[in-house]
């Protein structure tokens, strides 16, 4: 039986860290969709064609070490915006949405374009300064030297992108439960999760 956890929110809210620990707390599979416009902004980088980017993605492209970069995030966001890009991309999103024994995906537009019919649609979101502070702390502890005042420029380009592109802009579902996590723990953030996804199952 297929069960969907859909997971929105933008960079730094905290939803891929809700969203694996939800996974592992139900034994559901887990896909982090950014890494799909991830890889696929990095193979545009190294000079193909966005759509052919997309369309030959392979496994393999997930696992490169350099995908949480600053600038592979923004090619990431600029690829997001092209059609078909996300075209070539929804059928795989799709198919694990809804495979067997449950399935938890975050991104953008899970909730609103690729699951729709979700059992369960959160939108993760927090402050701009606190969402900063977050993405910088990790990015400092990978070694990489960027201040926090880039980092939060770095977001708000990417939000404001992500919110106004025409096709599947960032934004909650209209049943989603929103989730700001602030002020809140990793603890916290997923035990309210977990709570919401405990009630859809019973």
Same mark, same amino acid.
């Given at each position: 039986?297929?069960?969907? @956890? +859909?997971?929105?929110? =933008? ?10 620990? !939800? ?14 416009? %991830?890889?696929? &902004? ?8 966005? @759509?052919?980017? $997309? *369309? ?15 600038? @592979?995030? *923004? ?7 092209? =059609?078909? !890009? /996300? ?10 949405? %809804?495979?067997? &024994? ?13 699951? =729709?019919?979700?059992? !369960?649609?959160?939108? !993760?979101? +927090? ?23 880039? @980092? ?5 380009? /990417? ?6 592109? $025409?096709?599947? =802009? ?33």
């Amino acid at each position: 039986m297929s069960f969907t @956890v +859909a997971i929105d929110g =933008p960079a730094a809210s905290g939803k891929g860290t809700i969203s694996r620990a !939800v996974s592992e707390f139900f034994g559901y599979a887990y896909l982090d969709t950014g890494l799909l416009y %991830r890889a696929t &902004g990095r193979r545009m980088l190294q000079g193909l064609d966005a @759509v052919e980017a $997309a *369309q030959g993605l392979q496994a393999a492209d997930l696992e490169a070490d350099d995908l949480r970069t600053a600038e @592979v995030g *923004q090619a990431a966001s600029r690829v997001a915006a092209i =059609p078909e !890009v /996300r075209a070539a991309l929804v059928d795989f999103q799709r198919a694990f949405a %809804r495979r067997s &024994g449950g399935a938890v995906l975050d991104g953008r537009d899970i909730g609103t374009v690729i699951c =729709p019919d979700a059992e !369960v649609k959160l939108y !993760v979101t +927090a402050g701009d300064d606190e969402r900063a502070r977050r993405r910088h702390k990790e990015l400092c502890e990978k070694g990489q030297e960027v201040t926090l005042e880039e @980092v939060l420029d770095d977001l708000r380009i /990417r939000d404001a992108r992500d919110s106004a592109r $025409a096709t599947a =802009p960032l934004k909650p579902a209209d049943d989603a439960i929103l989730l700001d996590t602030s002020a809140m723990t990793i603890d916290q953030a997923v035990a309210q999760a977990i709570k919401v996804i405990d009630a859809a199952q019973a």
